[in-house]
């Protein structure tokens, strides 16, 4: 099967033409409103070590799309706010025309813009977060100013409700329709937020098993498709930190996987992310190659959720 790749970056105004790939590899290569430095380099980096191969072995057609903000001048804010948009429109873009999106990104915010592109296709819409981190802070809250620490908050509608109005198709999820998976770097107020919110959250702990799964089949019944959202610092950094945020007592790869597949057995996967991979916290490539296998499960499971439910249409 032929590989389809558009070389270099793609202007956002060129995002919707046609494509008869099955993978949209969307690349976002920022972190705090900087061009490919420290997380925003793990994109690009997972690029050059074969992404697209990858998929392309699993039997995926791929379209990689480089995408960046409208606007030349760079901020956290107003450059993160720009991504969404521009994230949004592409995943849309994709699951309009059957192709699966696969977010390369380096903030975890950036799963707000897939998140719009998701629900801009799809009524009822679920989100499964791993990450070591809440990301469930405000801005009131967040004493660090950190926008990175927000994005989970974002997507519940809990701030930034000017900035994510202006997102194509955004619209806040019910917390009780989001599952947060091997969240275990909390302080105690980060703590108490999550324990007094709708979510279903889950430490590391192999001991959860049976509660995720039940918390995982009783989203299936109030969603029709979920979106998937890996921070690779909820890998415990034995096998390579992630970044400068990993902390110890995390999930295995297989762990993840298993995860995975838990919710590709009971629910549609519409689309992914996987986010805050910073190459130079993994000299020697041992996280980017666990990173390269995650995406090709991701893919597979995802077109396995497609088969398996009944009802499989052209916006999937």
């Known amino acids: 099967m032929e590989e389809e790749v558009s070389r270099g970056r793609r202007a956002p105004h060129d995002i919707g033409a046609p494509s008869s790939a099955s993978v949209h590899l969307l690349v976002a290569p920022y972190d705090s409103g900087r061009f490919d430095e420290r997380m925003g380099a793990g994109p690009r980096a997972l690029q050059i070590a074969g992404a697209a191969r990858v998929l392309r072995e699993s039997g995926h057609n791929v379209l990689e799309v480089e995408l960046e903000p409208i606007s030349e001048w760079r901020s956290e804010l107003a450059t993160a706010f720009e991504l969404h948009r521009v994230i949004a429109e592409a995943t849309s873009t994709a699951r309009r025309s059957g192709a699966f999106p696969l977010l390369l990104a380096g903030n975890c915010n950036a799963t707000v813009g897939a998140l719009a592109g998701l629900t801009a296709t799809c009524e009822r819409v679920g989100l499964i977060w791993m990450d070591a981190h809440g990301d469930f802070n405000s801005p009131d809250e967040d004493g660090a100013g950190f926008l990175d620490g927000q994005g989970l908050a974002m997507a519940v509608g809990r701030c930034w409700h000017a900035a994510t109005s202006r997102i194509p198709g955004f619209r806040p999820l019910p917390e009780e329709d989001v599952v947060l998976v091997g969240v275990r770097d909390l302080t105690d107020a980060q703590r108490t937020v999550l324990g007094e919110s709708g979510l279903s959250v889950f430490g590391p702990s192999c001991s959860d098993a049976g509660e995720l799964r039940a918390a995982v089949r009783a989203l299936a019944e109030r969603v029709d498709v979920v979106h998937l959202h890996v921070d690779l610092d909820v890998l415990d950094p034995s096998i390579a930190p992630a970044n400068q945020y990993a902390a110890p007592g995390g999930l295995s790869a297989g762990d993840v996987r298993d995860v995975i597949g838990l919710a590709s057995d009971f629910v549609r996967i519409g689309s992914a992310t996987v986010a805050s991979y910073d190459p130079s916290f993994d000299p020697h490539g041992a996280l980017g190659r666990a990173a390269l296998t995650l ?22």
């Not at 995406?295 to 916006?315: K, N, T």
């Open 295 to 316: 995406l090709g499960f991701i893919v597979d499971r995802a077109r396995h959720s497609r088969r398996l439910i009944a009802d499989d249409s052209p916006q999937l």
